[in-house]
């Protein structure tokens, strides 16, 4: 019986454990998606104790914790940090299978050095030893990123974001890690949400453009994109949460878009053209800029009507959705690639039905020279856990170049989450292993090795293009 969580976690075999500890563990981290605040990394923010390194916001934890009968008030409400802290330690125990009790231990491993396990008794005690730890200067957020080895983070921005935080950063020549936006545009599209007539006024004013027609929005959008670039942006992020495709005429977008600007519900044909038709603007852009563009497809969000309204979103209310996806992204997709406009795409999608469907629509778009210019993105959120993660790859594999994956992001809010790569990288290699051992794959090394590092740091360095915006000796 192997011991909990020890040295070869995860790891079953000894090409297993050579191929962690000899080529991937060591590796540098490219987090390429992920929610962590730049402001938090300029200020250096130091936190008061655990609860608000571990709970603020986590709204992985918030589920498991409702889940176990634990009452708002000590989840988001108004209870004590160390009440909410015992909370979550009563829940742990609860949660074996769950990648939160792995994902919970690693974290107090590697950052904390504590090798106990929680649980309401050990609780008292490990909440003061981290506690201690974190009023040291070593657990600032700039030193808990370098614990890391973390060498880019590309946060989650609006185009309404002023970015003087990664000006700032960029600036900050104590400060080795590269700290970049990406672009969101998601409020540019959802027409029918009735915030969008106050965040095109918001977009107007940033950029000093009078925004009343649909061209004016597209030069507007543009100028936030080269001023993202500016700044070292390479990467977008769309949260398609219903992939629509419909062809449409410059004059019937306008049209639709100068409706909406005036408080008109929208029908769902024209918001397909409206949404399709911006896309497609966006992405020629992103092609343009030499940017990779991701596509966050199927979530179903903000179901509890009740709890929206008193938690607002974000605070772990959503599930996976079930619409049909091939046909649109495929219909969107072709439409950039037939103008030779097609960027680099990373494709995710929440409902794991449609994994074997990404991983076979990336093929029809390969090519332009790029390795893996087309990714079938890592598991992601509710798929972001041990058989989620192996069932992606088995599928990339199986359909595609499984040595070409650009390999895991946190896609987290918390800055201790930077463990979430070793897990994903002792199951690359776990993976391979098993290949090995059963005789489909020879047990060479030097190029397994090669592959294993590729996955978990180079293909992701390579792809984005960030060598002209890295940080390396103090010089951006």
């Not at 540098?28 to 730049?38: A, E, G, K």
């Not at 061209?215 to 992939?243: K, P």
């Not at 180079?458 to 951006?476: P, T, W």
Request: proline share 3%; charged share 25%.
């Amino acid at each position: 019986m192997s011991s909990f969580m020890g040295e070869n976690f995860l790891l079953t075999n000894g090409v297993a454990e050579t191929l962690y500890h000899q080529y991937a563990k060591n590796m540098p981290i490219i987090d390429y998606h992920c929610h962590l605040s730049p402001k938090e990394i300029y200020e250096n923010k130091q936190f008061k104790n655990i609860t608000e390194a571990w709970l603020y916001g986590d709204h992985y934890k918030w589920r498991a914790m409702r889940a176990n009968g634990i009452e708002e008030k000590y989840i988001t409400g108004n209870a004590s940090d160390y009440e909410k802290f015992i909370s979550w330690a009563k829940t742990v125990p609860m949660t074996i299978g769950n990648p939160l009790y792995n994902w919970t231990h690693l974290e107090l491993q590697r950052y904390f050095g504590i090798y106990d396990i929680l649980n309401e008794k050990t609780a008292p005690m490990i909440w003061e030893k981290v506690n201690e730890k974190l009023a040291n200067s070593d657990f600032t957020v700039r030193e808990l990123i370098k614990k890391s080895k973390v060498e880019v983070i590309c946060t989650t921005d609006d185009p309404i974001d002023s970015l003087e935080y990664h000006q700032k950063l960029s600036e900050d020549t104590t400060f080795n890690v590269s700290v970049l936006p990406s672009f969101r545009p998601d409020k540019a599209l959802e027409l029918n949400k009735e915030t969008f007539g106050f965040w095109i006024e918001k977009l107007s004013s940033i950029t000093n453009i009078k925004i009343e027609n649909y061209q004016e929005l597209l030069e507007a959008l543009e100028s936030r994109i080269e001023f993202f670039h500016e700044l070292g942006g390479r990467v977008s992020d769309h949260a398609i949460d219903t992939m629509m495709f419909s062809e449409a005429t410059l004059n019937e977008v306008d049209d639709i878009f100068k409706r909406a600007l005036k408080g008109e519900r929208i029908c769902q044909e024209d918001e397909a053209k409206y949404k399709s038709f911006t896309l497609v603007f966006l992405g020629e852009k992103y092609a343009e800029l030499g940017w990779a563009m991701q596509l966050h497809i199927n979530a179903l969000r903000n179901n509890n009507t009740r709890m929206l309204a008193e938690l607002g979103p974000d605070t772990g209310y959503d599930c996976m959705n079930d619409d049909l996806i091939a046909k649109p992204l495929c219909k969107f997709l072709d439409a950039l690639e037939k103008e030779d406009k097609l960027p680099k795409t990373i494709l995710y999608s929440l409902n794991p039905r449609d994994h074997s469907i990404l991983a076979s629509m990336i093929g029809s778009f390969q090519g332009g020279g790029v390795r893996g210019k087309m990714q079938f993105g890592t598991a992601w959120w509710f798929n972001d856990q041990k058989k989620g993660m192996l069932d992606q790859m088995k599928t990339l594999a199986s359909i595609g170049l499984f040595s070409q994956f650009i390999g895991m992001l946190t896609d987290s809010r918390s800055f201790l989450s930077f463990t979430r790569h070793e897990y994903f990288r002792r199951l690359v290699c776990q993976l391979i292993s098993e290949w090995v051992e059963n005789g489909e794959v020879p047990n060479d090394l030097d190029t397994l090795g090669e592959i294993v590092q590729r996955i978990s740091y180079g293909n992701a360095r390579e792809y984005f293009q960030f060598n002209s915006v890295l940080k390396l000796d103090n010089k951006i």
